[in-house]
């Protein structure tokens, strides 16, 4: 029985893998991703997918964290006077 070896292609902190290879080494593929590589994984020579680390989830929002430290003034959104921007111009 004729075998392939395993082949992985390095370019700089990205790899590329065969879906086979992926399918064999998944877990071994899976600590290098948690060490922060990415691998392709790619069929036939053409790329299918990314494997990437997850992203961190972000900190929950806290309605009104910003309430009083900003003033909207009063007559915001009233009409620009005539020729305000004539000055701004070229």
Request: charged fraction near 30%.
């Amino acid at each position: 029985m004729l075998t392939r070896p395993v082949v992985w292609f390095t370019m700089g902190k990205m790899s590329s893998v065969n879906v086979q290879e992926a399918k064999t080494h998944l877990s071994r593929l899976l600590a290098r991703v948690e060490a922060g590589e990415e691998i392709v994984i790619s069929r036939y020579g053409k790329p299918i997918a990314k494997l990437v680390p997850a992203a961190e989830t972000p900190a929950r929002r806290i309605a009104g964290t910003w309430k009083g430290c900003l003033k909207i003034a009063d007559d915001f959104d009233d009409e620009m006077p005539e020729g305000w921007l004539e000055p701004l111009e070229p």
